[in-house]
């Protein structure tokens, strides 16, 4: 089953690139300093990699799961001990604050431990029972047989995470994989993946290509099964793609999620969950607080707490360790545009800005913005925003909450906030969304033994956690083996009388319901 190591797999900034080759520079958002450059690859470029990638895969897949385990161990600990270096880049790269960026590496060491640790359990063949008297001699069982090629395509906002999400599990189930993280920030991933290649002594499975829209099209064209996280704009056209070339395409995307706070809350608790959950990486993360429902009894004390902790925060970008600042920057100007409008919409249309609406004078900063009297023809509630913006609106009940968090294209998560549990269970189960927290926010996909995805347009499948996120890397095999050997089957040639009344007769007695019909006689 072996198959040759391929030699190098080229990874961003050690492939072998023409001399005039385009490269895309990356810039610190907050700051506006060079951080690095990666080469804009082309689709041969993306092709030739990907062929590099699948001459290893058999044998990686070979290695079984404990030897796959071994080497993302191996990887896991290279990226703890060099941290501050990753860490570094990707706290430049998207000009957020440190202790936004040190979260990244809590998921690098969560996602890559669960599943080295439980992907043999996950992947183990699957015995099941015969159905039926025809299968008397069967023995059935259930492989799980990886993909070649997976390719996995990710957004800006977590240039680390982001990929840690789904590489994991997709190298688990034995797959080479084939990555393109955002153009805007791709050099910690590219970092992590030339460790990889160049470190840890690792079969070459893994590659990073580097690139746009363009590369990642090629990525589309070359792998196997894709598994995206982007806009919903992108991910329909990928899906489009894949749908046409008969490859399945897992998809996360946009969100809207909704916050519902009911009047028996935790009301400190709440405020501080939704600006956690509002604003962390400045609010540029899928599954943020975007919209927020408060029961009227507690409304007005709720606002006047969340403005008053929103007044608490530091935004910057501090230095590498410093732990200085809670939030930075917006990671590009388009996005930051898109939070100026959002405002401008809601200020047009009757809202009222109680703290921030203003961006700031240098770097691409957007202070955490408060906006009350909102409605929903308000592109604020509507759209997904990706921000800093924490919109409030008042309900009259649970019910009217519910519907409100329902009227919305996406469904990726939300919270709602209750001292009760059974009012928590009733109101969180008629939210429609992948994900629901009770007293807590964004919480769902960091508990990795259950699925994360999204419902309505914010997506197809499940992109990782638990059992699925290393299944769906793979293709069930349908695997039937004979228990005794027999030289003939009932149902193959030659037909003949006997064997057909007797297979008509086996077909009632045990087929059918009834003692008289199952004896031969219809019931009159
Ligand atoms: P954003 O602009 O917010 O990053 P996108 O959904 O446009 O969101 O991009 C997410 C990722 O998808 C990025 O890595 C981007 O380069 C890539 N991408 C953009 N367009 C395409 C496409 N047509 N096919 C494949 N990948 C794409």
Known sequence: MATTRAAVVPTAGTSA?????????VTNPATGEAVGAVPDQTAAEVDALAQTLRAAQLEWEDLGPRGRARHLLNWLNWIVDNSDHVLGLVHREAGKSWGDASIELMVCVEVINYYAKRGGKFLADERRSIHGPASFNKRLRILRRPYQLVGVITPWNYPLAMQ?????????????????????????????????????DAPPVLGCATGAGETGRAVIEAVDMIQFTGSTRTGRAIGIRAAERLIPASLELGGKDAMIVLSDADLDR???????????????????????????????EFVHRLVAEVGRLRQGHDAQGAFAADYGAMATVDQLAIVEHHVADALAKGARVLTGGRRAERGLFYPATVLVDVDHSMDCIREETFGPLLPVMRVKSEEEAIALANDSQYGLAGSVWTSSPARGRRVGRRIETGGMNINNAMTNVFQFPLPMGGWKQSGIGHRFGGPNGVRKYTRQQAF??????LKNEMHWYPYTLAKGALVRR???LTGTHGWKRRLGRTPS
């Open 17 to 25: 690139a023409p001399a005039d080759r385009k490269q895309i520079a």
């Open 164 to 200: 840690m999400m789904d590489v994991p599990g997709a190298l688990m189930a034995g797959a080479a994989v084939l990555t393109k993280p955002s153009e805007v920030t791709p050099l910690a991933w590219a970092e992590v993946v030339r460790a990889w290649n160049e470190e840890i």
């Open 270 to 300: 709440a405020v501080r969950g939704a600006v956690w959950g509002g604003l962390f990486n400045a609010g540029q993360s899928c599954v943020a607080v975007e919209r927020i429902y408060v029961e009227a009894p507690v409304y007005d």
């Open 480 to 485: 039937v083996s004979e228990r005794i050997p």
């Open 506 to 508: 086996v077909l009632r």
